[in-house]
């Protein structure tokens, strides 16, 4: 497929589902930026219910350069593959329809990536408990690419990610449920030579819902088909990127270990022998500090 010139800044890929009643905030977000000509947004819609169809549908109708997409995607990479089949953006993010980005400093990042053209850039975020009502915010870099690949490896948010386009033509989200913003990441990174690591807090990231899929127990169980593709590319991986790979794949396994059911943990342990990952050192030592960390947070 020959990709066609970028005819957007940016374009912002934003999944929903079931969310009737609940579309305040993005409708904000969406407000806020559809009057830039300069940026593309599209909505894709994973039908799951008339009202949130609805609400959609208002909001398409009073903003301007906004895409909308419905139809039965089933996961949220499917629905994130079906906007980037039309995106022209030159720069591409993906957020979250139950999240809230800071749209001023994601505008003032965008024309400092542009000057600087990375193949990725990595902003910052906040965490916002909605049980605690308490927010955290995402470790601070270090000035060294590879501690802050393996920091960005510890909490892998896709949403404070801007990829080149360019970087990620032909790339596509796998149809699972769990852990498939995780493959993109590492697919994308082993194909990335030049990482912008910057102070833009371009995001707040909610977390308690019972809502949100890391609660879902049939979710959890697509870390086994997770962990298998992350193992792929870690295998053909060398130099900087293979410590960020080796923690994804030990975190996935990890978590599968822990919260999958016994297929699942089955699974997982028969892959790490079929792939040998028991010589690999970069991966043990991976996996015992993922282990560390999970025994001091317990």
Known sequence: ?????????????????????????????????????????IIINDYSDEATSAELRAIYEENENLKLIEGNFGNPGS????????????????????????VENFLTLLNYIDVRSPDICFGVYKIFNEISHLTSESPAWSSDTRKDLNTVARNPGIWRIVFARDLIQGLSFEPLRMAEDQIFICQAISRASKFVFADNQIYTYFTGSNSHLTKNSAALQDLLPAFKKTSEILKLSTGQVAPFLSLMAAKQMMSGSRHGNMRTRFGLLAEFFRTKLFIKPTFLNALRAVIQTSVRGA
């Open 1 to 41: 497929m020959i990709l066609e010139e970028a005819t957007k800044l940016a374009s912002i890929i934003c999944p929903v589902f079931n969310m009737a009643g609940r579309l305040q905030t993005l409708k904000e977000w969406v407000g806020k930026l559809s009057s830039n000509p300069q940026i593309e947004i």
């Open 79 to 102: 629905a994130r593959n079906a906007g980037l089949e039309i995106c022209q953006g030159k720069w591409v993010i993906f957020w979250d329809s139950d999240d809230k980005p800071d």
